[in-house]
T-cell receptor, first 114, second 109 residues
Framework: DAGVTQSPTHLIKTRGQQVTLRCSPK?????VSWYQQALGQGPQFIFQ???????QRGNFPDRFSGHQFPNYSSELNVNALLLGDSALYLC?????????????FGQGTRLTVV | GQSLEQPSEVTAVEGAIVQINCTYQ??????LSWYQQHDGGAPTFLSY????GLEETGRFSSFLSRSDSYGYLLLQELQMKDSASYFC??????????FGAGTRLFVKA
């Protein structure tokens, strides 16, 4: 079992550009959540996808959007990048059947906006 | 509002016991989880409390009191490798898990 995999691991973008991050959940998981983690801070909830729909959203602007595919993998898109979007972006997968009580995290994508 | 409060830093010596507290103000509370994150690594799940009381997993235990809106993580027989950040996380039982800001644990020889 490969666990949760994210790609790419590192990314450098310019202000105003758009970025797409990808996540494959752990085998058997049907729910994917995305988090933004700034240095020295806790993961901040962006949104969660289940059954290909965004089910819950944190306090993030509409520039942040996502998608979940039939195979449960997911993408996070960020438009009009700002310097403040520089962070580690974490994907976590879980099981809705288990009420998402235990999340498995990928190693994250380190996004740098210059 | 919804918030989880935990100390920013804790220092302890190898072999000792340390307790990391977490107090919360939330709505729709379902349970409290704990995660460990080493520098440069991903958070890893440690434990979950859905009911009041103590859950024990090896050297780690976690406690929850719903009436006090309080929980803690207890680490026993501390090892140098336990130096990491520890996060409590509020689970709604649905589609959201909210993390605290984390407690950085330093284990000294």
């Amino acid at each position: 079992d490969a666990g949760v995999t994210q790609s790419p691991t590192h990314l450098i973008k310019t202000r105003g550009q758009q970025v797409t991050l990808r996540c494959s959940p752990k085998s058997g998981h049907d729910t994917v959540s995305w988090y933004q983690q700034a240095l020295g801070q806790g993961p901040q909830f962006i949104f969660q996808y289940y059954e290909e729909e965004e089910r819950q959203r944190g306090n993030f602007p509409d520039r942040f959007s996502g998608h979940q595919f039939p195979n449960y993998s997911s993408e996070l898109n960020v438009n009009a990048l700002l310097l403040g979007d520089s962070a580690l972006y974490l994907c976590a997968s879980s099981s809705r059947q288990l009420m998402n009580t235990e999340a498995f995290f990928g190693q994250g994508t380190r996004l740098t906006v210059v | 509002g919804q918030s989880l409060e935990q100390p920013s830093e804790v220092t302890a010596v190898e072999g000792a016991i340390v307790q990391i507290n977490c107090t919360y103000q939330t709505s729709g509370f379902y349970g409290l989880s704990w995660y460990q994150q080493h520098d440069g690594g991903a958070p890893t799940f440690l434990s979950y409390n859905g009911l009041d009381g103590l859950e024990e997993t090896g050297r780690f235990s976690s406690f929850l009191s719903r009436s006090d809106s309080y929980g803690y993580l207890l680490l026993q027989e501390l090892q140098m490798k336990d130096s990491a950040s520890y996060f409590c996380a509020w689970n709604t039982g649905g589609f959201k898990t909210i993390f605290g800001a984390g407690t950085r644990l330093f284990v000294k020889a």
